[in-house]
C-alpha cells in the first residue's frame, strides 16, 4: 500500500504533533503535518487564515492539503484537529492505519491551557473544547483503526501505546 506508514487524528493539543515525530524516529521513517503544510504554502498562520478568510476557507486549504500529503507522503502523517470533518477526508482515511490519539478536557486544559492561539477556542475555550469534541468525537472514532488515550501519559508512553496498538491490530 502506498501513502503514510500511520496517520494521526484527533482534536488539537492532544500531542499529534510530538508523537509523531516520535513515531516517525521510532520507525525510521518522515514525519509530515498537514497544518504545517498549510501554513508553509500559505505564507500565515492558520489564525490569521481563520480570521482573513473565514474558517470555509481553511477548510477547503485543509482538505487540499490532506488529500496531497495521504497521496504522497510515506512516513507518520499528523493531520489537524478539524480535518475529519470532510467526508472525503474521511473516505481517503479510510485505506490507511489511522491512530486517533484522545483525551479528555482536564487533560486538553492541563496540556495547553486553552490559552494558546487556538481560533475555533477563542471564547470560553473549555465549553468550546467541550463542543467541539462531541461534534467530532464519532469521527475520529470512524476513521481510526486504533485509538490511543493520551490522558497521564507521557510522549514516549502514547507512542510505544500507538505502536503496540497498530501492531496488534495488523496480527
Same mark, same amino acid.
Given at each position: 500500500?502506498?501513502?503514510?506508514?500511520?496517520?494521526l487524528v484527533g482534536p488539537m493539543g492532544v500531542g499529534?504533533?510530538?508523537?509523531?515525530?516520535?513515531?516517525? %524516529?521510532r520507525l525510521g521513517t518522515g514525519y509530515r503535518d498537514t497544518d504545517d503544510d498549510i501554513v508553509a504554502a500559505e505564507g500565515r498562520e492558520i489564525s490569521e487564515i481563520f480570521v482573513d478568510d473565514g474558517e470555509e476557507r481553511f477548510r477547503e486549504l485543509e482538505k487540499a492539503a490532506v488529500a496531497?500529503?495521504?497521496?504522497e507522503? %510515506?512516513?507518520? +502523517?499528523?493531520?489537524?484537529?478539524?480535518?475529519?470533518?470532510?467526508?472525503d477526508?474521511?473516505?481517503l482515511l479510510g485505506r490507511h492505519p489511522v491512530v486517533y490519539l484522545s483525551m479528555d478536557v482536564e487533560e486538553a486544559v492541563r496540556r495547553?491551557? +486553552?490559552n494558546v492561539a487556538r481560533p475555533l477556542l477563542a471564547v470560553n475555550p473549555r465549553k468550546q473544547w467541550r463542543e467541539?469534541?462531541?461534534a467530532r468525537r464519532h469521527l475520529y472514532e470512524e476513521v481510526a483503526t486504533v485509538v490511543v488515550q493520551t490522558d497521564g501519559r507521557t510522549p514516549e508512553e502514547?507512542?510505544?501505546?500507538? +505502536?503496540?496498538?497498530? %501492531?496488534?491490530?495488523?496480527?
Open positions: 500500500m502506498s501513502g503514510p506508514r500511520l496517520v499529534k504533533s510530538t508523537v509523531g515525530r516520535l513515531l516517525a %524516529e496531497t500529503a495521504l497521496a507522503h %510515506e512516513g507518520v +502523517l499528523a493531520l489537524g484537529g478539524g480535518a475529519v470533518l470532510d467526508p477526508t474521511r473516505a495547553t491551557g +486553552l467541539l469534541m462531541e502514547v507512542t510505544r501505546a500507538a +505502536l503496540d496498538a497498530v %501492531e496488534l491490530k495488523k496480527a
